[in-house]
């Protein structure tokens, strides 16, 4: 039996237990066998770091010196995870656990709004739309306020949704997504929340008491996120105060704080078609048949608002990363989660053969390139991975080897399981997802980690400092580099090119490439030159003042 469409009909809904374990699964590799890399976990876990070691809760700050880029939600919570779990993890370890926790609710929030605007069975399936998106895997399991951000959008498009048949709670959870985005990264979910806030009215559905109660109880509950940091940062420095907030905000937004060129206004049109995948052609395919009835219904009004605002708002930016493009999946995946039920066979079996030839592809290249590394077979890649990341010891572990088993085993067990259904696409999408990156994350986070840690250099450079030295001024040292000197070796620097930082050091540490080396004014001797296991380009050294006592 088939619909007109041509689509089988619909399973059974999935079962919550059934999506939190798929959630977990995708959720817990990457989280935790890995040093901070740069640049955005080395120099978020230094914040976090301070804390912990006695540091402002007002002012965020990296290596003693004052870092205003972001307000210090993230820092904060990632502070108390580790200060819980600290031992017996490792400190950095403990921290990015913190991303798993917004992840997770971020999945929460997701699922809550789409069961509000498409009913109780819809929940779960916008949950894997968001888990299968190729743009997200990455970024959600790194040590980053980003991830704090994804949460507050995903709350506060949950109180939207939420607005028309509970406007009070509607407006409790919308006015503490935009306070949780606010103090993750600044004005940005501020500002989009309430463009979109004020352009929903424009819509029959948003035109009632109703929402203008949500607005209202959303005002009020997203008062303390807004001004209790901010006041407590002015009261404690006016200067900070307008660092953060001109500089940091509208100065980043503005490209008004000498970042480099601004960025192309159609750089997220152009990386969406594969970020977004599978979800954004999903979410073309309801927009076109919702044509039909019209696009004003509050299922569709709602995250095409958000995206579209979204959208602009980034494009507008004179700064653009790719990670900045994460809030965007929040609508998208709400957009798609209908396209399910009226999606074609042809597109839906292409969909599920897709998944499962590109998962069965990939676990195979997997194993086989684990085999080369651990095991030496064949002895030619081997050598080949082994020049790629000199510092990495290979030889076969039996817990990586067993956690990667256990995903490929399980991968292949819910494939051969799930019957056709409207819902076999995603699910077979999401749990490939799951499988490539639970593998990539358990069999080859060693050899990452020897490449993109810090660790080793620095500890072969604390060797070649003299007995006795004052203190170590840097050149053009970056914010990734100082914070890890400070966590694996207690080495604070004092720049050189910031008069407010810049002291007469014995020591002077240097940030460079390897074509061309940048030697300090005056007379020094160059006692150290490193850089992290099989990186080509940058490299550091450190030089000592030729007439400096006790080092000579």
Request: aromatic residues 12%; proline residues 7%.
């Amino acid at each position: 039996m088939t619909t007109a469409s041509g689509a089988p009909p619909a399973h059974q809904p999935i079962a919550i237990a059934w999506i939190v374990a798929l959630a977990a699964a995708w959720i817990l590799p990457g989280l935790l066998g890995h040093d901070p890399w740069k640049p955005d976990e080395a120099y978020t876990f230094g914040l976090v770091y301070s804390l912990l070691h006695g540091g402002s809760w007002i002012v965020p700050t990296l290596a003693d010196e004052p870092f205003m880029e972001k307000p210090p939600l993230f820092y904060w919570s990632a502070a108390l995870v580790a200060k819980l779990l600290s031992p017996p993890l490792a400190t950095h370890d403990a921290a990015r656990l913190t991303t798993g926790l917004y992840m997770a609710l971020t999945f929460a929030f997701v699922g809550g709004a789409a069961r509000e605007l498409y009913g109780k069975s819809r929940g779960a399936l916008a949950v894997l739309l968001m888990m299968a998106c190729l743009g997200i895997v990455i970024r959600s399991h790194q040590l980053i306020t980003d991830v704090a951000l994804l949460a507050g959008f995903a709350a506060g498009f949950y109180g939207l949704s939420l607005a028309l048949r509970r406007p009070l709670a509607g407006g409790a959870w919308l006015g503490t997504g935009v306070g949780i985005g606010f103090m993750s990264k600044g004005l940005l979910a501020p500002g989009i929340f309430g463009i979109v806030a004020v352009l929903l009215p424009l819509l029959p559905a948003w035109r009632n008491r109703d929402y203008a109660k949500t607005l209202a109880v959303a005002f009020v509950a997203c008062l303390p996120w807004l001004l209790l940091w901010p006041w407590a940062l002015y009261a404690q420095s006016p200067a900070l105060f307008n660092d953060w907030l001109v500089v940091n905000n509208f100065g980043r937004f503005l490209g008004n704080n000498d970042l480099g060129p601004n960025a192309d206004s159609a750089h997220y049109l152009r990386i969406l078609p594969w970020y977004a995948l599978p979800t954004l052609p999903l979410a073309g395919w309801a927009l076109w048949r919702a044509r039909v009835k019209g696009l004003s219904a509050a299922p569709v009004a709602l995250p095409l608002t958000g995206f579209l605002v979204i959208l602009l708002v980034l494009s507008a930016s004179a700064d653009a990363r790719e990670l900045y493009a994460l809030p965007m999946l929040i609508p998208l995946a709400l957009l798609a989660t209908p396209a399910i039920d009226t999606l074609r066979r042809g597109a839906a079996n292409l969909m599920y053969w897709f998944s499962l030839m590109g998962g069965g592809f990939f676990m195979i290249v997997a194993w086989f390139y684990w085999c080369a590394l651990e095991l030496a077979l064949p002895a030619k890649l081997h050598l080949h991975l082994h020049t790629l990341q000199p510092g990495y010891t290979p030889g076969f572990k039996w817990l990586p080897f067993m956690l990667g088993a256990a995903y490929s085993i399980g991968w292949i067990v819910l494939l051969a399981k799930l019957r056709k259904s409207r819902e076999r696409p995603v699910i077979a999408w999401a749990a490939t997802m799951t499988m490539v990156w639970g593998l990539l994350a358990i069999l080859f986070v060693g050899w990452l980690d020897a490449g993109k840690s810090y660790r080793s250099m620095i500890i072969d450079m604390q060797k070649t400092l003299p007995a006795k030295y004052d203190c170590i001024a840097s050149q053009t040292l970056g914010e990734p580099q100082r914070a890890m000197l400070q966590y694996f070796a207690g080495i604070i620097t004092w720049r050189l090119d910031e008069p407010a930082r810049k002291r007469d050091c014995s020591l002077v540490l240097s940030q460079g490439v390897g074509s061309e080396e940048r030697v300090p004014d005056g007379r020094w001797q160059k006692i150290w030159e490193g850089a992290r296991p099989g990186d080509n380009v940058e490299r550091y050294r450190l030089y000592r003042r030729m007439d400096a006592a006790g080092g000579r």
